[in-house]
């Protein structure tokens, strides 16, 4: 599957906001949204006393923004879609379920890696497993009493083990169950739209994808 492989950070800069693409490093004074808060370019300090995007400008950011928090492109974002609207309930938080029910999101959420694309990397090489079952696809999606952990072989890796130092600042969602000492989580239920804590407005992606 197609991926980002440019600087993240210029992500960050160019919604206006900290997408926590970086982990721990988001938290610090390198973050790059600290050091240069404006639209990257070489116009882009001029971009910020432009007038307040509206409309059809306002739905595509918050469509650009959702991708990249969780790292996907357009067609499978697309896809993620049409598969919510298929649901019964509200397609923009069926959408955000979906999102979240990502094994790269989840492996994030609970702590093994600081970022998503940490995560991803981590499924990607093979890493984790759910249910005892090795997965490398970061797009798989859990269900309710999935358990997920890391493989035997992978607990003495630095990056998990410091990961997992980290979680006590960070939290785990009541979605998502954790046992640090044994490398291994629990996804208790489905997640909610309360479970979701970044600043999304779902609707205008929904309003979007109407027109």
């Known amino acids: 599957m ?19 693409l970086k982990g721990q490093r988001c938290f610090t004074e390198k973050c790059g949204i600290e050091k240069r808060n404006f639209v990257p ?16 400008g306002l739905q595509l950011r918050e469509k650009q923004k959702v991708k990249r928090i969780y790292g996907i492109l357009e067609r499978q974002f697309r896809t993620y879609f049409e598969r919510a609207a298929r649901k019964k309930g509200i397609t923009g938080e069926m959408l955000l379920q979906l999102l979240e029910r990502r094994l790269d999101n989840v492996v994030c959420r609970l702590g093994f890696a600081g970022s998503r694309p940490q995560a991803r990397q981590l499924v990607r090489h093979g890493h984790i497993a759910v249910n005892g079952r090795r997965v490398n696809i970061p797009s798989f999606l859990v269900s309710r009493n999935d358990e997920v952990t890391v493989v035997q072989r992978s607990r003495k890796n630095p990056t998990i083990l410091q990961s997992l130092q980290e979680v006590p600042g960070r939290g785990v969602p009541a979605w998502l169950s ?19 804590n970044m600043p999304i407005e779902e609707q205008l992606i929904v309003e979007l994808y109407s027109k």
């Open 2 to 20: 197609a991926r980002y492989t440019g600087p993240v950070c210029k992500l960050c800069r160019r919604e206006g906001m900290k997408l926590f």
């Open 41 to 56: 370019g070489e116009h882009g300090r001029n971009v910020r006393m432009r007038s307040k995007v509206l409309g059809y």
């Open 178 to 196: 954790l046992d640090a000492d044994n490398f291994k989580g629990q996804v208790l239920e489905l997640p909610k739209r309360a479970d979701v």
